[in-house]
């Protein structure tokens, strides 16, 4: 459902209800996302219980059975999907640590 503004211009409910983000401030999430994900990834790159974390997991049968899925065949296509696999579960602690974040912030600035 979209609603007109005074200005004429479309809107949903969903942007009168919060505060419009500015383009700097996108970016800026964007960039703390991008290196909250590389800096976890790195985690599991120098970290040695994340390395065996990751080694533990890769050995599972479900992950097993993800080479069948994707069917690779060779040890690189392997190698290639524990990678993929690291850097999703990175990227997603990354936007649950950038969320709680920004609601500490957002509880912090309406405190004041």
Do not use: D
């Not at 994900?37 to 479900?62: D, G, N, Y």
């Not at 579960?89 to 920004?102: I, K, M, N, P, Y």
């Amino acid at each position: 459902m979209l609603l007109i503004t005074q200005h004429g211009s479309p809107s949903s409910p969903s942007t009168q209800q919060g505060a419009e983000v500015s383009i700097l401030e996108t970016l800026l999430r964007t960039v703390v996302l991008v290196g909250l994900t590389l800096a976890l990834a790195a985690i599991f790159r120098f970290w040695e219980p994340a390395v065996k974390l990751s080694q533990k997991t890769a050995a599972t049968h479900a992950w097993q059975s993800l080479y069948s899925v994707f069917h690779i065949e060779t040890a690189l296509g392997r190698e290639q999907l524990i990678l993929l696999g690291i850097i999703l579960f990175c990227f997603a602690v990354a936007l649950v640590v950038q969320v709680a974040g920004l609601f500490v912030l957002k509880m912090i600035r309406n405190r004041s």
